[in-house]
């Protein structure tokens, strides 16, 4: 069977391929927007934490032969100590400045974070083996499916939409979203915003993580992995507009299967097409597709 | 009075500079000190943090590298091509960025930048992952040859001086005065009347033609170009030259520029140096790891000298001189 000229099989794995790279985009994406919710901070580090979690479920494995079910949940729960050490030590002190300079942190953490794993362990990636109840594929007759791909995407939605549920249909996430509008209003309350600050920084990074552990057994894990994602998710925030969570969500996701399509159609365009749609979103909506013009 | 006089000295010093240290070594820091100079237009006095800088030097030293040494055009066409290449480019980047504000602006150039590298990445003129070798230095209008460093070194001080009283030009002329404007309190701008995005649009070039003019000139200099060049570490670079030597500070950048290319010249030394003073082997890959140190002084400067050190020099000296504060 064929589609445009191309077998359908192959359009079938490069869209799911594209739908693996947009679930870690989605959930970037939206660790970024939660964090710049309530600190105004646009967190560069997010891809060096990223990084962190892959490398922190390799590490488990090679040094401690801990499996990848216990470090998909260790890996995000220390990563997000280290952040809120990051808020509580450094951030902090930026609030009130203007946000280029919560930027210029991060991108200075970050060089730190990737300089360090880099004179350690080199720029060549790291093999990291598919968990075994994982490994080999469903055969759907039409196309053959990767188990842990289908397992990377399902886990990702799921957890998408946890968060997207607690931010936007619980009482915590209420107090959150009040936060952002209003921190002062809402510490008149008796709300403890310093800590709720810390610990949404916390659970951001945490999902950066979690992604980076998700994506360990797919990617090589190497100390650059990071860097190269958050720039494209930096376009992919562009283009969504930071204000809203499914928002977010949702263009990572499409923006993942546009560029597998890509992929197939044109391959020369596949590394810049997201940068190229960020330009024509800028120049038609330039508020971004679910942003609001402020 | 002062600052001419200062200025006087600095040229003198930078003329005799080259009898006691390596040219090229100088003439590398005067390029990254004039692109400092022009990140500095945008960031210091114009309100506009750039991420993407690396696009304009490295764009416009592909485009001079290549029409020297594939078309052989002479040294000032080459240099010019490489200005306009950055100019347009900076048009292109500057429309689209000045479409959203504060740290969107920054993100967009950042990914437009990302674009441009992996077009030079992919474009077969770039030489992809090998770069552009042993672009020629050829001659100054067909007379002056520019094999010899020394020639070379000061045409290359005349095109900083010249670029450098280009933006002090700039920074203190009527449209130095709107751009100011805009980046204490835009909507006022907007409310006065003026076009706040023409004059940001303009800055921008501006600021991409400069970036250019140094990139093309070290491309020369140094006889090649690679993606190290156009790479998102190049635009991390020049920010934090700026910031070391003080955002919105006329010279800073300059000081910035000047320590921050020792360093990464002179790590490796000092990480044998403190290899044995503390026997710890692992401050022998100092020389390679310089983005540790560099994020490291990322973080101080933003934490705890925000001002940089002109900034700090200058608020140290309004403050034990009240007299002539203000």
Request: charged share 10%; glycine share 12%.
């Given at each position: 069977?064929?589609?445009?000229g191309?077998?359908?099989?192959?359009l079938?794995?490069?869209?799911?391929?594209?739908?693996?790279n947009g679930s870690f985009?989605?959930?970037?994406?939206?660790?970024?927007?939660?964090?710049?919710?309530?600190?105004?901070?646009?967190?560069?580090?997010h891809?060096a934490l990223?990084?962190?979690?892959a490398?922190?479920?390799?590490m488990?494995?090679?040094?401690?032969?801990?499996?990848?079910?216990?470090?998909?949940?260790l890996?995000?729960?220390?990563?997000g100590?280290?952040?809120?050490?990051i808020?509580?030590?450094?951030?902090?002190?930026?609030?009130?400045?203007?946000?280029?300079?919560?930027?210029?942190?991060?991108?200075?953490?970050?060089?730190?974070?990737?300089g360090?794993?880099r004179?350690?362990?080199?720029?060549?990636g790291?093999?990291y083996s598919v968990?075994?109840?994982?490994?080999?594929?469903?055969n759907?007759?039409f196309m053959?499916?990767p188990?842990?791909?289908?397992?990377?995407?399902?886990?990702?939605l799921?957890i998408?939409?946890?968060?997207?549920?607690?931010?936007?249909?619980?009482?915590?996430?209420a107090y959150?979203?009040a936060?952002?509008?209003?921190p002062?209003?809402?510490e008149?309350?008796?709300?403890n915003?310093?800590?709720?600050?810390t610990?949404?920084?916390?659970?951001?990074?945490a999902?950066?993580?979690?992604?980076?552990?998700?994506?360990?057994?797919v990617?090589?894990?190497?100390p650059?992995?990071?860097?190269?994602?958050?720039i494209?998710v930096?376009?992919?925030?562009?283009?969504?507009?930071?204000?809203?969570?499914?928002?977010?969500?949702?263009?990572g996701?499409?923006?993942?299967?546009?560029?597998?399509?890509t992929?197939?159609?044109?391959?020369?365009?596949?590394?810049?097409?997201v940068f190229?749609?960020?330009?024509i979103?800028?120049?038609?909506?330039p508020a971004g597709?679910?942003?609001?013009?402020k | 009075m002062?600052r001419?006089?200062?200025?006087?000295?600095?040229?003198?010093g930078?003329?005799a500079?080259?009898?006691?240290?390596?040219?090229?070594f100088?003439?590398?820091?005067?390029?990254?000190?004039?692109?400092?100079c022009?990140?500095?237009?945008?960031i210091g006095?114009?309100?506009?943090?750039?991420?993407g800088?690396a696009?304009?030097?490295?764009?416009?030293?592909?485009?001079?590298?290549?029409?020297?040494?594939?078309?052989g055009w002479p040294?000032?066409l080459g240099?010019?091509?490489?200005?306009?290449?950055?100019?347009?480019i900076?048009?292109?980047?500057?429309?689209?960025a000045i479409?959203?504000?504060?740290?969107?602006?920054t993100?967009i150039?950042?990914?437009?930048?990302?674009?441009?590298?992996f077009?030079?990445?992919?474009?077969?003129?770039?030489?992809?992952?090998?770069?552009?070798?042993?672009?020629?230095?050829?001659?100054?209008?067909?007379?002056?040859?520019?094999?010899?460093?020394m020639?070379?070194?000061?045409?290359?001080l005349a095109?900083?001086?010249?670029g450098?009283?280009?933006?002090?030009r700039t920074?203190?002329s009527p449209f130095?005065?709107?751009?100011?404007?805009?980046?204490?309190?835009?909507p006022?701008?907007?409310?006065?009347?003026?076009?706040?995005?023409?004059?940001?649009?303009?800055?921008?070039?501006?600021?991409?033609?400069?970036?250019?003019?140094?990139?093309?000139?070290?491309t020369?200099v140094?006889?090649f170009?690679?993606?190290?060049d156009?790479?998102?570490s190049?635009?991390?670079l020049?920010?934090?030259?700026?910031?070391?030597?003080?955002?919105?500070?006329l010279?800073?950048?300059?000081?910035?520029?000047?320590?921050?290319?020792?360093?990464?010249?002179?790590?490796?030394d000092?990480?044998?140096?403190m290899a044995?003073?503390?026997?710890?082997?692992?401050?022998?890959?100092?020389?390679?790891?310089?983005?540790i140190v560099?994020?490291?002084?990322?973080?101080v400067?933003?934490?705890?000298?925000?001002r940089g050190?002109?900034?700090?020099?200058?608020?140290l000296?309004?403050?034990?001189?009240?007299g002539?504060?203000?």
């Open positions: 069977m064929e589609l445009f191309i077998p359908l099989q192959a079938l794995s490069q869209l799911l391929l594209g739908l693996v985009y989605a959930m970037l994406s939206l660790g970024l927007a939660v964090i710049f919710g309530l600190l105004n901070v646009i967190n560069f580090a891809g990223y990084m962190m979690g490398f922190l479920a390799w488990g494995m090679n040094y401690f032969e801990i499996n990848y079910w216990v470090m998909l949940i890996g995000p729960i220390l990563v100590i280290f952040g809120i050490f808020e509580k030590s450094m951030l902090r002190w930026l609030y009130k400045l203007d946000h280029l300079y919560g930027l210029l942190l991060t991108f200075g953490i970050t060089l730190m974070i990737e360090l794993f004179s350690f362990y080199g720029v060549s790291q093999p968990p075994e109840a994982l490994s080999g594929a469903f759907l007759g053959i499916l188990k842990y791909r289908a397992w990377v995407v399902l886990a990702s799921i998408c939409f946890a968060t997207w549920f607690v931010i936007e249909k619980t009482k915590l996430g959150l979203r936060g952002t509008e209003n002062k209003l809402v008149a309350f008796g709300i915003v310093p800590l709720m600050v610990l949404t920084y916390g659970f951001g990074v999902l950066a993580a979690f992604a980076g552990v998700l994506a360990a057994p990617i090589q894990v190497s650059l992995m990071g860097s190269n994602l958050i494209v930096f376009a992919v925030v562009v283009i969504g507009g930071m204000g809203s969570i499914m928002g977010s969500i949702i263009t996701l499409g923006l993942g299967v546009i560029e597998g399509f992929r197939v159609f044109y391959p020369q365009l596949s590394a810049t097409v190229i749609i960020m330009a979103v800028l120049l038609i909506r597709l679910f942003g609001k013009e | 002062n001419k006089v200062g200025y006087a000295i600095a040229i003198v930078a003329l500079l080259p009898f006691f240290v390596y040219p090229v100088l003439m590398k820091v005067l390029c990254f000190a004039l692109f400092a022009a990140f500095n237009l945008l006095f114009t309100g506009l943090l750039s991420f800088h696009a304009f030097f490295g764009g416009a030293g592909y485009v001079a590298g290549h029409t020297i040494k594939v078309m040294f000032e240099i010019v091509a490489g200005i306009v290449a950055a100019a347009l900076g048009l292109v980047m500057g429309s689209l479409r959203r504000q504060g740290i969107y602006f993100m150039t950042l990914a437009l930048a990302q674009m441009l590298f077009v030079c990445l992919q474009a077969p003129f770039t030489g992809g992952e090998d770069g552009l070798q042993g672009v020629p230095r050829g001659k100054l209008l067909g007379v002056v040859d520019l094999a010899n460093d020639t070379l070194y000061y045409v290359v095109i900083f001086i010249a450098f009283a280009l933006i002090v920074v203190h130095g005065q709107v751009l100011k404007a805009v980046k204490e309190n835009e006022r701008a907007i409310s006065l009347g003026y076009d706040v995005d023409k004059y940001k649009l303009l800055a921008f070039v501006l600021s991409a033609s400069l970036a250019g003019l140094a990139g093309a000139t070290k020369v140094l006889g170009e690679t993606l190290t156009v790479h998102w190049m635009s991390g020049v920010v934090l030259m700026t910031l070391v030597g003080g955002l919105g500070t010279t800073g950048p300059i000081v910035g520029a000047i320590l921050i290319i020792a360093l990464e010249n002179k790590l490796g000092f990480g044998n140096w044995t003073v503390t026997s710890i082997e692992w401050f022998r890959t100092l020389g390679e790891s310089v983005t560099t994020g490291f002084i990322f973080i400067c933003v934490l705890a000298f925000r050190i002109v900034g700090e020099l200058g608020a000296f309004k403050r034990t001189s009240p002539t504060a203000h």
